[in-house]
């Protein structure tokens, strides 16, 4: 529904020029909860203020619907925008602060009335309605941020890291309520953030982004089981990097054991990089079946609901085995020990580069 179409944004000129964005192309869907996700300076803000028209690409055009918005100014646009530090009027009522984009297109009041109260509803802010903004907690400021830029009822909601000033236990809870807006509204969320699991909670599918270019787009799952490069598994979760050979759909690792595998298209049998995630590596005894290769231990760190066993293989590569913590049950693990390490099946994953 929403068509990035080859865009290139390129920001100055001459020797001061810098592109942001690099040859982007992305079909956003109806109804999707869509996510930019990648590190600092990757380009995910000036993505988004290109869909809201803010500014213009340099090359490439941008399609609401099939229609070309490219040159299309922000207010003509059924697009909106939730920005990082809400900007409410701090002055004003929280439904003062509903009802003013819908004062500024000319809503006659009993309709505004009625938007403003069903805004109200769906962000569960009805007792402070008449409430000052300054008067509210920052979890509730986010509410009627997120209200006001519901209540015109845009096809789209652009939503620029609208979570990153709340605090870890608030900003769980706004994950999952944004989750319950976007399904309930059925509208379009396009949102930014640098917080890989804050994407992976949310999002219907993911794009990641690096150096002003869109690296890999899936759905959590496959964004996180099946990463196409380093960059995306390194940003997304834990990794275990590992050298092999492919051959026929098996990897054999430099460090030991065979595993079957689902090659990514254009890798030739021959030497690859491959991915294990720290949770489908498992320790056992050296001499325990299906443990295919041998390590040391280096060290053993315990983090609550998790331990994670830092070992060495007879290669010098590293590798983390990563256990969920059982109530009551202590480590066995050893510094200096040799151990068997085991690896899940379908757990290992050949990267492009
Ligand atoms: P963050 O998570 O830090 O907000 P981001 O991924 O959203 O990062 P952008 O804000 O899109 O990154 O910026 C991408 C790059 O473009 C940055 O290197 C930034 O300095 C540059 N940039 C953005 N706006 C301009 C501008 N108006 N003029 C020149 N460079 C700009």
New binding site residues.
């Given amino acids: 529904m929403i068509e990035i179409d080859k865009v290139t944004k390129t920001?100055?000129a001459g020797d001061a020029a810098?592109t942001?964005l690099r040859d982007v192309s992305v079909t956003i869907r109806e109804n999707e909860f869509f996510t930019l996700l990648?590190?600092?300076?990757?380009?995910?803000?000036?993505?988004l203020?290109l869909i809201a028209g803010f500014e213009p690409p340099t090359i490439g055009a941008i399609r609401l619907s099939g229609r070309d918005i490219t040159r299309l100014p922000p207010n003509q646009r059924p697009v909106n925008t939730v920005f990082q530090n809400y900007a409410l009027f701090p002055h004003m009522s929280v439904a003062g602060n509903i009802a003013f984009g819908l004062e500024m297109l000319g809503k006659p009041k009993d309709e505004i009335a009625k938007t403003v109260d069903e805004m109200l509803r769906l962000v569960r802010m009805e007792e402070l309605k008449h409430r000052k903004t300054s008067e509210i907690s920052g979890g509730q400021q986010q509410r009627v941020a997120l209200a006001r830029a519901l209540a015109p009822h845009p096809e789209v909601l652009l939503l620029d890291?609208p979570l990153s000033a709340l605090d870890l236990k608030l900003r769980k809870e706004m994950q999952i309520e944004l989750k319950r807006l976007q399904s309930e509204t059925g509208i379009t969320f396009v949102f930014?953030t640098?917080d890989q699991e804050e994407a992976l909670t949310m999002s219907d599918r993911i794009a990641v982004?690096s150096g002003?270019r869109i690296l890999q787009i899936g759905n959590p799952r496959e964004i996180y089981e099946r990463p196409s490069e380093r960059f995306v598994a390194n940003f997304i979760g834990e990794s275990n990097f590992l050298n092999g050979q492919l051959s026929a759909g098996s990897v054999t690792l430099e460090a030991g054991g065979t595993f079957t595998v689902e090659p990514p298209q254009g890798v030739a049998d021959g030497k690859v990089s491959v991915l294990i995630r720290p949770e489908h590596v498992t320790v056992a005894g050296t001499g325990a079946e299906g443990a295919a290769l041998i390590a040391t231990v280096e060290n053993v760190v315990y983090s609550g609901e998790a331990t994670v066993a830092h070992l060495k293989l007879k290669t010098g590569e590293a590798i983390k085995a990563r256990a969920s913590n059982l109530p009551g049950a202590s480590g066995l693990l050893e510094t200096g020990a040799q151990v068997g390490v085991s690896v899940a099946p379908g757990a290992v994953t050949v990267l492009v580069d």
Avoid at 38 to 47: E, V
Wanted: aromatic share 10%; charged share 15%.
């Fill in positions: 920001f100055g810098f942001a990648g590190p600092s300076g990757c380009g995910k803000t000036t993505l203020r890291e930014v640098h982004m002003g």
